[in-house]
């Protein structure tokens, strides 16, 4: 009777550490989160994300929110962060919270081939996901292509009573001016920033779209936007009045902007970060991130968004696009010295 319940006391307890054992393989089996504090809009993200745990098995976790308080918030957490990856708009934003710390190098063969140079932060704590184009738009019931030069020619007197402009508070604008005194200097930029001043039709605009459908209403003949939002608006209206204008290399090409991501300085899946990175440059998540939002890819092997791509190429300005962040500070006392709120 002993032996009987012996055995029976040791089949018990082999079960029980069998099911111990697959239990713990399951767990084993269940992929790290990670974790991303994104400043990009939840409606524009969720699908990316939702796609690269379908594909991966990964779960991704994020927080979002405009992108200073992230940063802040990063820099305030420290080394008790959850956030595994930065993910926000603007070049300036992203040199930003390079300067202050809370991002970490990251080295990828993939991400080396997939995003260029002048596309990514020069020691690699960031990179560019998509790319926005910031040019000229006007209103082809008055003009042509012809009658445009490029940023600059907007300061000529030709242009007075005609131009639109959004708010210099505007860190897209910011951006832009940045970039201008890296390539002419500050004292020539200050030159053309008093110049669109003096050519202002009206009170500058909070956003791009009013400033499109202002130049539609004939306030004002010509403007300088990010593309996207013309392409909100084409898409409503295909017969909009108002067309895309590319500078030309000769004037210093395209200023162009990005949305883009690094890993955080206190990540504890730094490797699950990078991996998510790495599939953010590659077609799928490419389409994914410009698609609706009607941005470019980052990686230029990738074609953009049928619409995106009907409105021409163009040539970028060769700069990196770091310069906006490091000249932004002067940009904003500029545009203040000008008069352009």
């Not at 500058?204 to 990010?226: M, P, R, W």
Request: aromatic share 8%; net charge negative.
């Amino acid at each position: 009777m002993n032996t009987k319940l012996i055995v029976v006391a040791c089949l018990l307890f082999l079960c029980a550490a069998c099911g111990k054992n697959e239990d713990d393989s399951e767990s084993a089996n269940v992929a790290t989160p990670v974790v991303v504090y994104s400043a990009r809009a939840e409606q524009l993200i969720k699908p990316i994300f939702d796609a690269y745990t379908a594909a991966t098995g990964v779960p991704i976790r994020y927080v979002t929110d405009s992108e200073q308080p992230l940063i802040q918030k990063l820099k305030a957490e420290g080394a008790t962060t959850s956030a595994d990856l930065l993910l926000t708009v603007d070049a300036g934003n992203l040199w930003y919270a390079a300067d202050q710390d809370v991002l970490r190098p990251t080295y990828s063969e993939i991400l080396d081939a997939n995003i260029p140079l002048h596309l990514r932060d020069p020691d690699n704590a960031w990179f560019a996901m998509s790319v926005r184009a910031r040019t000229i738009v006007y209103d082809t019931r008055l003009l042509k292509a012809d009658d445009l030069l490029g940023y600059a020619d907007l300061a000529d007197e030709k242009w007075r009573g005609k131009l639109c402009l959004r708010t210099s508070a505007k860190v897209y604008n910011q951006s832009l001016v940045a970039m201008l005194i890296s390539e002419l200097g500050e004292r020539e930029t200050e030159i053309i920033v008093r110049g669109w001043v003096a050519n202002l039709a009206t009170e500058v605009f909070s956003n791009d779209t009013k400033l499109i459908q202002a130049i539609e209403a004939g306030q004002c003949q010509v403007g300088i936007v990010n593309t996207y939002y013309f392409g909100r608006l084409q898409k409503e209206n295909a017969d909009i009045p108002v067309a895309i204008y590319w500078p030309s290399a000769k004037t210093g090409g395209v200023h162009v902007n990005v949305s883009g991501a690094g890993v955080t300085r206190h990540a504890k899946n730094p490797d699950g970060a990078k991996a998510l990175l790495e599939w953010m440059s590659q077609e799928a998540a490419q389409k994914l991130l410009g698609g609706d939002n009607m941005e470019y890819p980052a990686n230029p092997a990738i074609t953009p968004h049928p619409m995106v791509e009907g409105w021409g190429t163009f040539e970028a300005s060769a700069m990196n696009v770091a310069q906006a962040g490091f000249y932004q500070a002067d940009a904003v006392k500029l545009m203040d010295r000008a008069g352009y709120r």
